[in-house]
Structure formats: structure tokens, C-alpha cells
């Protein structure tokens, strides 16, 4: 779940689109061209910034979306399963919940279908020092500096993946079921996202829509994590308003939701022992191998914890058992933080919003145009 600001993007595959309708073909010769004319305007302005990278992104993106037809006409495709047109109908209900009862803004996303079958939706790339969570920066076009880099193409993404690592940093490669680009184009629902249950499915369209809505592009770790509070939220309640509060759609979405709380605590508590572990090293003037040397077993402690302390506390434990069995580093613990950190503070506005989610976003909003959209929000709840 990320922006296309952060460069989130996959591989270049043409993929066939069953069952296409005359209008749906015309849709995708003309982003074709589309494609093709941005692509050829673009190319005097990548000249010499990486231009492989770039065009790498304008091609993928056009492509994918000269691959998409209208949500209409594939929810009329016989080759999808049952399961999986179920799913593209659940789509549509939670986009139209998302603008109508939560306030989020979508533009055209999510109004058409791409068959990408189950590749992801992006690869990313983020990067950190070894002996500090000192995140990787790439600089980009107008975005400028940014830690996360995200490829269409695999293969590029791995190779830059393994540059990182030769140099001896922490190098965290993932893949992710979307991205957004902001509202600017039609994002698709995608036929992977469909392989998702329908807790995760709800989650992921509200996440994408809330960086279409409220966006800080020099806080990514901002961005992110109101984004992983809304979509979880968000979908509660749609859950709640769909079947009723007590029904077993809502309640199996209320496991879900409080485990994910629990998991949220773990990370947050793990990130606080490592930053201490790394600030005492460095006010002890230790050597940057024996820092290295040392982490290992503050990270063991943590996922030692976690079984112990965190995992009992969950109520679908066996979704989980992967957590413990992560091999940690400042990368990958840096990427997770990005996602989970202090969601309390938004959960802390809409509560004083009394539950308004659109309430609640005009604060959201505020807080973007707030050097310090966190501080801003916790002086927001304290003002009488």
C-alpha cells in the first residue's frame, strides 16, 4: 500500500483481458497512444537522470493502464471465478462507502479492472545503515529526496536490491498489492488484489483512497501511517453499516483490526528498544563493527518477546506465526514502523471529532500543512 510519489510501481506484462466489449478495446488503444505520446514528451526531461528508471515508470504505469477496462465489463467476465467477481462487487461498494460516509476523494480509481493475474501490484526498495536506523534516501524528479524506490521491472529492482547490499547496507525488497498516484489517474482494481479476503480487500481500497485525500509528500512516514489507521478503521465501520454491528462479517473484521493492534504494539516496542540500543552505542563511542555485532541479540530479545509476551494476547494467533519467525534488520523494521507508528494520535482525532470521519479529515488536512503534522495533532486533541 503505497503512493506512486514513493515510485511504487511492477514489472511491464501484457496481460489478455477476457471477455472484452468493443468500448472497453477502444479505452485501451487509446491509452495506448496515450502512452506512447507521454512516454515520447518525457524523454528530453529523463536525459540523464537515470533515464532507464524513469522510463521504466511511465511505460509500466501507461501500460497498466492501457490494459484496464471498466469494472462494469469485467464484472461480466466468465473467465473470473465466483469468489473473484464477488470481490470486484465488494470493491464498489467500499469505494462509493470510502466518498460518501468517510469523505475520501477517489477521482476515477477503482472504477476499472486489470487482469494482472496474481503478480503484485509493485516492487519496493528501501534501504538503511547497518549501524543506525538511518534510512537510505534516493533522490527523485520533483519529488526530491524519498526512502522508498519503487520498479515495474523486477529484475532492475533486484539488482539495485544487491548493489545496496554490496555496499553493506540493509536492504528490505517487498512486494505491495497497490499504490496510489494521488487521484491523477484511474488506479485499477487489480485481479491480485482480488486473492485477498475480503477484510484485507475493504482495508487496501480505503488505505489508497485516504493518500488520494490527505497527503504530506516530505512525510512519507505521515502519510503511511494515517493511511494505515483510515483504511483499518474506515472498513470496520463499513463492515458495521454493511451487516450490522454484531453480525459475523463485523466481528470477524474486529479480530482482525484488534490483532493487527497488537502487532502495531510489538513493532512500536521493538523500534524504541533498537533506537535505545543504537543511541547508547553511539554515546559510547563504539566502533561501527561492534555495533553491527551487538544488535543481533537485541533483535532475538525482541522476537523472543514477542512470543512470549505478544502472540498469546492474539485471537487468530495462527495468522501471525510468521512474526516470529522474521529475520529482523533496520531495513525491514524501518519499513514497518513507516506503516504502524502511533496510530493512537489519528484514532485520538476522530475521537474527539466524535467519530466524524469527515470531521476528522479537515484535521488531517490542517496537520499537512503543519511543519510537524504529528505535534500538531496531539495539541490539536489537548486544545479545550
Known amino acids: 500500500m503505497h503512493t506512486f510519489a514513493s515510485l511504487v510501481l511492477f514489472p511491464v506484462k501484457w496481460f489478455r483481458v477476457r471477455g472484452v466489449t468493443s468500448a472497453a478495446r477502444s479505452q485501451r488503444g487509446s491509452m495506448a497512444a496515450l502512452a506512447a505520446v507521454v512516454v515520447w514528451c518525457c524523454l528530453p526531461a529523463l536525459a540523464g537522470c537515470g533515464t532507464d528508471y524513469y522510463?521504466?515508470?511511465?511505460?509500466?504505469e501507461l501500460a497498466s493502464l492501457a490494459n484496464t477496462i471498466p469494472v462494469a465489463d469485467?464484472?461480466?467476465?466468465?473467465?473470473?471465478?465466483?469468489?473473484?467477481?464477488?470481490?470486484?462487487?465488494?470493491?464498489?461498494?467500499?469505494?462509493?462507502?470510502?466518498?460518501?460516509?468517510?469523505?475520501?476523494?477517489?477521482?476515477?480509481?477503482?472504477?476499472?479492472?486489470?487482469?494482472?493475474?496474481?503478480?503484485?501490484?509493485?516492487?519496493?526498495?528501501?534501504?538503511?545503515?547497518?549501524?543506525?536506523?538511518?534510512?537510505?534516501?534516493?533522490?527523485?524528479?520533483?519529488?526530491?529526496?524519498?526512502?522508498?524506490?519503487?520498479?515495474?521491472?523486477?529484475?532492475?529492482?533486484?539488482?539495485?536490491?544487491?548493489?545496496?547490499?554490496?555496499?553493506?547496507?540493509?536492504?528490505?525488497?517487498?512486494?505491495?498489492?497497490?499504490?496510489?498516484?494521488?487521484?491523477?489517474?484511474?488506479?485499477?482494481?487489480?485481479?491480485?488484489?482480488?486473492?485477498?479476503?475480503?477484510?484485507?480487500?475493504?482495508?487496501?481500497?480505503?488505505?489508497?483512497?485516504?493518500?488520494?485525500?490527505v497527503f504530506k509528500s516530505s512525510d512519507l512516514d505521515f502519510s503511511e501511517s494515517l493511511a494505515t489507521f483510515i483504511g483499518r478503521a474506515a472498513a470496520q465501520e463499513w463492515f458495521n453499516q454493511t451487516f450490522g454491528d454484531e453480525s459475523t462479517e463485523a466481528k470477524a473484521a474486529r479480530v482482525r483490526f484488534a490483532d493487527k493492534v497488537v502487532i502495531d504494539e510489538f513493532v512500536n516496542d521493538l523500534f524504541a528498544e533498537v533506537t535505545r540500543y543504537y543511541l547508547d552505542a553511539a554515546t559510547g563511542g563504539e566502533?561501527?563493527?561492534?555495533?553491527?555485532?551487538?544488535?543481533?541479540?537485541?533483535?532475538?530479545?525482541?522476537?523472543?518477546?514477542?512470543?512470549?509476551?505478544?502472540?498469546?494476547?492474539?485471537?487468530?494467533?495462527?495468522?501471525?506465526?510468521?512474526?516470529?519467525?522474521?529475520?529482523?534488520?533496520?531495513?525491514?523494521?524501518?519499513?514497518?514502523?513507516?506503516?504502524?507508528?502511533?496510530?493512537?494520535?489519528?484514532?485520538?482525532?476522530?475521537?474527539?471529532?466524535?467519530g466524524s470521519f469527515p470531521d476528522a479529515l479537515v484535521v488531517f488536512r490542517q496537520a499537512v500543512e503543519s511543519p510537524d503534522g504529528r505535534e500538531f495533532l496531539r495539541e490539536w486533541v489537548w486544545q479545550p
Open 55 to 60: 522510463l521504466q515508470l511511465l511505460v509500466g
Open 74 to 213: 469485467a464484472l461480466g467476465d466468465t473467465d473470473l471465478t465466483d469468489d473473484e467477481l464477488a470481490k470486484l462487487a465488494l470493491t464498489q461498494q467500499v469505494r462509493q462507502f470510502g466518498i460518501d460516509r468517510i469523505g475520501l476523494y477517489a477521482g476515477d480509481a477503482y472504477t476499472v479492472f486489470e487482469a494482472n493475474g496474481s503478480e503484485p501490484a509493485a516492487y519496493v526498495l528501501s534501504a538503511s545503515a547497518k549501524e543506525s536506523l538511518t534510512p537510505y534516501r534516493w533522490d527523485f524528479l520533483v519529488m526530491g529526496p524519498m526512502e522508498t524506490k519503487g520498479f515495474f521491472d523486477q529484475g532492475m529492482a533486484q539488482r539495485e536490491a544487491d548493489c545496496l547490499a554490496e555496499a553493506d547496507y540493509d536492504v528490505y525488497l517487498a512486494r505491495a498489492d497497490g499504490f496510489s498516484t494521488l487521484g491523477f489517474l484511474p488506479d485499477p482494481v487489480r485481479q491480485s488484489n482480488l486473492a485477498l479476503d475480503e477484510i484485507d480487500l475493504a482495508e487496501l481500497i480505503l488505505h489508497e483512497m485516504t493518500h488520494s485525500t
Open 287 to 354: 566502533q561501527r563493527e561492534v555495533v553491527i555485532a551487538g544488535r543481533q541479540p537485541v533483535f532475538d530479545a525482541g522476537i523472543a518477546r514477542f512470543s512470549t509476551i505478544y502472540q498469546p494476547r492474539l485471537q487468530d494467533p495462527d495468522r501471525w506465526t510468521y512474526v516470529g519467525e522474521l529475520e529482523l534488520d533496520n531495513a525491514l523494521l524501518l519499513a514497518a514502523i513507516r506503516y504502524q507508528d502511533s496510530l493512537s494520535d489519528y484514532q485520538a482525532v476522530l475521537d474527539k471529532a466524535g
